[in-house]
């Protein structure tokens, strides 16, 4: 529950008053677009913090600038940072295909930065990986607890399957589109329809993800999402919202699912007929 | 728990300044009243959205202005979209009995909205049947995890049953009256009442639950609420006030219900004593 | 987990600018001062409400002015209300011993209540036996969850008893001062003392409690306390932010007292040893 | 979940407007700056309390000055107060290696305290354990219910053990330094390396821990942390962000860890094969 906070109002733009007057002019004109990626990448990982996704600096999230002037534009949050505390100009700035960094942190005037030497995310081969071989929008890294427990749970299983929930519409259907030669949406999944995401095993170093994860993505057609066992979860979507949405979707039937496993209850209706 | 915000004070009201200077003026000066139903859609949906109710764009809301000058006409919150993120504007508006769209997001300037075509919530048949059999002043959906849980534990059943329980009594007590024809409240439930919510089963279409729904409305006349299975709860009451305290009263009854059932306590007083 | 709310300063005074200006100018004065009960009692319902204690109009507070010029000036929440939403003026104003009512919201300018004839919560006859028995300063009444789940699991006990947990220091330490004939405070509980807060039996209408719950505070001279089984819990303390301590440590001990219990861990030292 | 609170923006920092004119001068300008450490303790109280870690007075923080003028100053919050609600004048400010008392709160203005007799956390030489043994930057200590469940589902053993979980990676690698004397960060802990954090035996006074602790912290020198069995716990780091960082990652694998005990998952691979 959560009582009303009397001080924000429907209908009202948050009223911007960016304090970064020892930031570049190009810069504070930049950010002063609420819905630029970066202001996005904020206040997004404020959220999943409040969702205890990211606490302790863990998970990560990218945004490609699909709207603006040049899509091919990234946006990545710095790799070992508080993510509920990031501040848009310190964001990594990459640029697709050959993913050539064109700003970083590492060039903002020290008493706006945390004033160490900044790395992008450890994520970044798997975020580049969704924009690759799925055209995303934006990738979600969390590492939602809900995730994990339903991953260790599914101890030696390879795939996550629920059917049967009404959630499972807010997830997209994705196919082969044999004349385009890609994967695309193709509607909205069905509730009798069983979502399937594959878990990969986690490895000591999250770049060494970055193959089972291609192979994850290559196998499962279907998937907007990719399991990673003892760790967490990826998420991608055509757009911020859409990954949002869908990262949301998700979590709330991982979450669901880990109760209905201890409370034994099948996740599908073959478990339930079997 | 939650540290107080110190910007929120007692006794204040929202300063309103809404940032839509893009809207027709006449939109601009209805939107002025906070307690007006499209903002109130919006501030409860923030809320519902914090309450894990309405994530991943689920769930919906639809308030009837029954204090305005057309008791007539309904709000209903568009399909598809984040439910805390919506906007006053973003609303269709319908006039009963006949439910003529009086108004929809789609006439509003592009720069406000998403530039998509919006449609009214797929709740909308189950709303109008809310308004229709009932005489309902706003009618809630949301997809609560505890309502969720609670139709599979009571898998088979077709009933929802708990008493002795002190929060029952914000519920309402209704009757049939001979002389109106109409189902009335006439107190509100007694701490040794037995509260029974009927459970549907949930069908591939939101619309298609509309006649089970209704079947379910006419079957229990003391009710203020139906549970879909697999899919969440809708609830009703004379205004939007009513509704949101049922809401959240039958949600603090199914939370209680859940953690008993895999308590094993009985939840209610003749399963106890059986 | 939350984000930090960078509205919110440490060291920052809600700046006051209560929008009532269709009070009476003699209250507006009055509740000019953030810390006038009527202005606590709204902001620790807000927080309540927060923590699930308060949903669906259930629960209340009361506080007696104890470091204002008249210590009998007894503050309480009306009945039946949005406890996260009362205002200043909608409180019920007695004073102490004969309990005669000074103001009620019933004479507030219409534009300012909800317009119905409000009644004092419902717990009135127990706040003021803590009042009478205790010389509280504050009296606090949730729906906790924790605490009616407690009440189910100790089915056929009256008394919740833990002990040899770091949180019981928080609470105070009774005795019987046998020359002023009062219960008063000689210190905090040790972590190796037992608490034990006696469980009475819930009645139909919560006036009826009113002989327990004496009862109970007549029989356990050194609790702060009194669950009411099915129902919730009642917690009092010299003032009101002691009451707000007190409850607030109870409830995290029944919170961790269901867990304790569902994991088979004894919730103290001698049930240990038998 | 958390609707986004409008009235926050990314890349804004908070407009410090301090209400108190009855503060000295030299005090209002010390405090004005957002991260001096008084407003840090205040700013991670409310946090904490947020997350039912340091309610009902629990639990405790104190930062070393390590990057002002002076690194030996220590700042300590006080005892027995509501942790969500202290200002920054009401620490106590401390020098090492003496700990001599350089302010006290019961040197300001009435007004601006609770005008009673402060004294300096009951965690205080548990604090100056971490800062002697261990070169801190601060010390944070929670009742954590997911702490207390752990070392109550370790009933018995002196150690909590978890490995291969990703989010183990947040934490530090440290190793005794022959040259320099002292245990220095060498790292972050990889994905299999297993986290041991030490469990002591709760006493009746929190003073009395001192010995237990700093055995703790001389025989684990690899610990950031030491549980308090049916207490709590103690985390420091090598400035308060990351000490915030350590509690964080750590209390999510107590969180993680109960669950999986619950579920009967091994906490460690050795278990899992054993």
Chains 1, 2, 3, 4 share one sequence.
Not at 98 to 112: A, F, G, Q, S, V
Not at 206 to 234: C, F, K, M, W
Request: aromatic share 8%; glycine share 4%.
């Amino acid at each position: 529950m959560s009582a009303p906070c009397f001080c924000c109002n429907a209908g009202e733009a948050p009223a911007k008053t960016t304090k970064n007057s020892a930031l570049p002019q190009e810069l504070q004109d930049e950010f002063s677009d609420p819905n630029h990626p970066a202001n996005l990448i904020c206040e997004l990982c404020r959220l999943f913090y409040d969702n205890n996704w990211v606490t302790g600096t863990g998970g990560g999230i990218s945004i490609r600038d699909v709207d603006g002037k040049n899509p091919n534009l990234v946006y990545i949050a710095p790799s070992g940072v508080q993510k509920e505390r990031i501040q848009p100009w310190e964001m990594f700035l990459v640029e697709l295909p050959e993913e050539k960094i064109l700003r970083t942190p590492n060039e903002i005037p020290k008493e706006l930065t945390k004033s160490y030497k900044y790395k992008p995310s450890a994520c970044t081969p798997l975020f580049m990986s969704c924009y690759s071989m799925r055209d995303a929008g934006a990738c979600i890294h969390t590492h939602s607890q809900s995730a994990v427990m339903m991953t260790l749970l599914l101890e030696g299983k390879t795939e996550f399957e629920i059917s049967h929930i009404e959630q499972i519409k807010a997830l997209p259907k994705l196919k082969f589109n044999e004349s385009t030669k890609k994967i695309e949406k193709i509607g909205s999944m069905e509730y009798y329809d069983k979502l399937v995401i594959p878990i990969i095993e986690n490895t000591p170093h999250e770049e060494d993800l970055t193959d089972s994860l291609q192979e994850a993505i290559r196998n499962y057609p279907g998937t907007s999402a990719v399991l990673v066992r003892r760790h967490g979860i990826y998420v991608w979507g055509e757009t911020v919202w859409k990954a949002k949405v869908y990262n949301e979707a998700i979590d709330y039937l991982l979450e669901l699912a880990v109760k209905m496993t201890l409370a034994k209850v099948p996740l599908s209706q073959e478990t339930l007929q079997s």
